[in-house]
């Protein structure tokens, strides 16, 4: 398995701002995946983030909002802008095993809450 | 495009005793790869167990073994001898084969241990 951390753990932010929320990983990777948890929800999938080309979007979420950094191949940052209270989630990145690369693994998580 | 369900919102069961939840998905492939994760109240995501479409033998970790019937496209998650540290949500998530592709996750089920 890989070892991931992210940062913040948990943020209180006020709404119109932006935050950015970063990825570590212990090894090279070459993709990186961004996950959103809304309160009581099930985890839906923001983007896909591969070093040195732009992160791919799912349906419902947009760069403008969402923008997402990928400089090298063990981290990532992912910035919810201008945020609404309707953004307070828990947000988790994720990579492939090193050795199962059919599995993914997931960071520690951000929560947010935006007031 | 594929969907994971999971109809069983809440479960509870007494230490020690066993406890199935249950999880169907829709897909058109015929190789595909199944996932269980638990996710604490700390909120770190947690591969429980794996399956591989293509195998036909049910995938087993310790307590937790699963009964994947591929034609009426079942992967439930069976916990033996429950400990209270079994107490999270438990979600059912389905990947297609390729690499670096997406999880798509069931609902959750939150699992409660009555000591």
């Known amino acids: 398995s890989a070892v991931i951390s992210q940062k913040p753990s948990r943020d209180i932010c006020q709404r119109g701002t932006s935050l950015t929320i970063q990825c570590q990983v212990d090894s090279q990777v070459t993709m990186m995946f961004w996950y959103r948890q809304q309160p009581g929800q099930s985890l839906t999938l923001i983007a896909t983030a591969n070093q040195g080309s732009e992160a791919t979007y799912e349906s419902g979420f947009v760069i403008d909002k969402f923008p997402i950094s990928r400089p090298n191949l063990t981290f990532s940052t992912l910035t919810v802008s201008n945020m609404s209270p309707e953004d307070s989630s828990i947000y988790l990145c994720s990579v492939e095993g090193r050795t199962s690369t059919d599995t993914q693994y997931f960071g520690p998580g951000t929560r947010l809450t935006v007031l | 495009a594929q969907t994971v369900t999971q109809s069983q919102p809440e479960m509870s069961v007494q230490e020690a005793e066993t406890v199935t939840l249950s999880c169907t998905y829709d897909?058109?492939?015929?190789?595909?790869?199944l996932f269980w994760y638990k996710q604490p109240p700390s909120r770190q995501m947690i591969l429980v167990i794996r399956?591989?479409?293509?195998?036909?033998q049910n995938a087993t970790e310790n307590r937790f073994s699963v009964n994947f019937q591929k034609a009426a496209k079942s992967f439930s998650l069976k916990i033996s001898d429950s400990q209270l540290g079994d107490a999270a949500m438990y979600f059912c998530a389905y990947r297609t084969p390729f690499r670096n592709e997406k999880l798509t996750f069931g609902t959750g089920t939150r699992l409660t241990i009555i000591p």
């Open positions: 399956q591989e479409a293509y195998k036909q």
């Open positions: 897909t058109s492939e015929s190789d595909y790869y």
